[in-house]
């Protein structure tokens, strides 16, 4: 592992020098932050409605002198303030959830990996069979039958999402499994717990890292869509997937209604998309360097 | 890189790798594997749509007495045991029987069928689309690494990559429908129907696959082989078209089959955008009011064409692996 501890200023030194990585970790920074402290700098209140003021264009200026940067929607409310009250949804949906994916995959693919033989094949078939039906129609579906809302959403998600982690750290694990540090590991007389976690777990967990950082985009962009459709979180829970859905009733009169929120998910993907990939880089020493 | 499902098994793409492949073998092996996987997603569709608890209640019209709802679960076989369900379920999907829709009281099968052409003709214009915008990209961009044009087309794809791509259908909508007004925007009445929808699609997909054709291309390029093509003499284009992309076409296949899975599922989201008459939009219609055979159908019908396309593909690699040998 490339990562040692009490060495965060090395990591950020290493991080300066990749313009990727600086410009996906200020993304993600300023997303996090804003889900904190949305409220505290939130020129106006994202629920607040004023039907006199609806529809009005990005720049509008009303009668006591508020100024509205990105317009407001059918009901008059600020669309830049319900951004910054939607990247709450966003940051929780996707650090939760794929939290959740992460445990539970790299928990079934150590234990898959590990265990091998015939257990390993069955375990496998299983997630073969679950990943063939493409995640996004599986979520639909289920979030369809089992009724929307954010906490349902995130466990859906969640209880979706870890098969690829456990293919991913199967993997890893029978490659980690043959090295020479396991073998010596058992010829010192350690039980077979303790190689799972102490020796394997610490060296297959990096590729969970790197593929959680993926997910996270993943799980963003698929609480968009749910949301969009009507099947993942209800108003008046403010989210962009919900802005979107808005949006389209209006789409040939109030562009900014639709542009704005998808901008907020694309800008926000993008940073954990660069993250991810400076994270790869860093945490793979073999790659390092080379890009 | 990411490892492949073993859907492929102990395929052409692991452990095959220059040795013969029996042909017969290789089938068998194959329609094996696709009975258990369709086992396995059978058995959670089924058991996913009865998360809900009763799916007679959420049918049935609220005045409806206790007595015709017992005879409407009765009807449906919702009395029986779960295992007997199940059972009777497989024993007629197997036969094409998939039950009748709630709502429109016709075999869900044949509302299938109907909106399956729809689907394909988008989904291959999208594929078409991304293949012909992202592999020439792509090629281009490795090519000619870290330049400027690189810059744009590596940025231009992650762009791709992390929009939604129902996002990008409705700003399509408001450039060429709602202001230009030279494309519809909605159902699949004209030709140009099918423009809109498929670009939208067509760039998700250009986006993944120019990222993935533009590493398969660089990983080539240093290989020795290409660098003796071009110490021979031979010319830039001949070494580029004969020597790299062929090796290059491999993984970039294999990365084509993985990405279907995104395309069949950006197309749910996409196709009820542009109310687009596909599967895509009959599954979200009928979660919406909860016609749960159709579902459970449309769902059988993504992972089998998933798995079967995903078994085409793997045909396409032995063809385009000389190493790899039928015997």
Redesign the interface.
Known sequence: MPVRRGAPLRVLSILAQSPVGVAGSLIVTVVVVLAFIGPVISPHDPLNRNIRDRFKPPGFVDQSGNFYSLGNDQLGRDIFSRIIAGSRVSVLVGVVSVLIAGTLGVIYGLFSGFVGGIVDSVM???V???????????V???S????AGLSTLILILGFTGWTTYA??IR?EVLKVRAMEYVIAAYALGQSRRKVMFLHILPNVVHSAIVLAAVQV?VTI?AE??LS????GVKPPTVTWGLM?SD??QY??SA?WM??F??IA???T??GV??LGDWLRDFLDPNVRGRA | M??L???WGKGPGDGGRGMGVNLRGFFISRIAQLV??????SV??FF??R??GDPILVVAPDFFSQEQIDQMRKFWGFDRPLGEQYLTFVRKAITGDFGKSYLAKRPAMELIIERLGYSWLLAAASAAIGLTVAVPLGILSALKRNSLFDLIITSMS??G????S???G??L??IFS?HLRILP?YGALQPESIILPSVTLGVGMAARLSRMTRSAMLEVLNQDYVRTAHSKGLMQKTVVMRHALRNALIPIVTVFGLQL??L???S??VE??FSWPGLGRL??DS??V?D?TV?QAG?LF??LS??LINYAIDVIYIMLDPRIKFQ
């Open positions: 496998m078939r299983i073969d069979g679950l990943l063939a039906i493409p995640f996004i129609i599986l639909i579906a289920i369809g039958v089992v009724g293919r991913v993997g985009g962009l968009s869509s969009f459709l009507g099947l979107l949006g389209r789409i040939n562009w639709t542009a929120p998808g998910i694309t800008i993907v993008l998309v660069f | 990411a490892p499902p073993s859907l258990v996987t369709m086992f396995i997603i959670v569709v996913i749509l998360l809900s992650s762009l990559t992390a929009m939604p129902f996002w990008l409705l700003m909508i408001i709602a925007a899975g995104w069949l599922g950006g749910v989201v009820s955008v599954m979200i979660i919406s909860r749960n579902v769902l993504f992972a998933f798995i």
